[in-house]
């Protein structure tokens, strides 16, 4: 079972560039991926992206893959979310999730067991 929390949210003006970090910890099999979601107010869930353990596998959402990059550090205890040139749309409170995979499984989509308390992101004018 993986642990997970956000931290990096805040006020963004629009244009601008945010980094959100999600801290990693408990305990770590072979095959995970760590994510991001994201609830606009009055809004669903919307996907944006994931990577996998090893740190060389990404899935993006088509909607804002021209504007994101999640990266994992060395030690994979943090996944990092850069999202640039801000809309309106893009605030919303942001989640990390993890899952645990089988072994060898190949990552071809972003589910989540668990997730954590998300943070805020606002766009300003």
């Known amino acids: 079972q993986l642990q997970v929390v956000e931290s990096g949210g805040g006020l963004v003006p629009f244009g601008g560039s945010l980094r959100l970090s999600c801290a990693v910890s408990?305990?770590?099999?072979?095959?995970?991926?760590i994510g991001w979601f994201r609830q606009a107010p009055g809004k669903g869930r919307e996907g944006i992206g994931c990577?996998?353990?090893?740190?060389?596998?990404?899935l993006y959402t088509d909607s804002v893959k021209d504007r994101i990059t999640i990266t994992m550090d060395a030690a994979k205890t943090t996944v990092y979310l850069q999202m640039n040139s801000l809309k309106s749309e893009d605030t919303a409170v942001y989640y990390c999730?993890?899952?645990?995979?089988?072994?060898?499984?190949?990552?071809?989509?972003?589910?989540?067991?668990?997730w954590g308390q998300g943070t805020q992101v606002t766009g300003s004018s």
């Open positions: 999730g993890e899952k645990v995979w089988a072994r060898y499984t190949t990552l071809t989509s972003c589910e989540y067991d668990s």
């Open positions: 408990g305990i770590f099999l072979d095959y995970y991926a």
């Open positions: 990577i996998s353990s090893s740190g060389r596998k990404t």
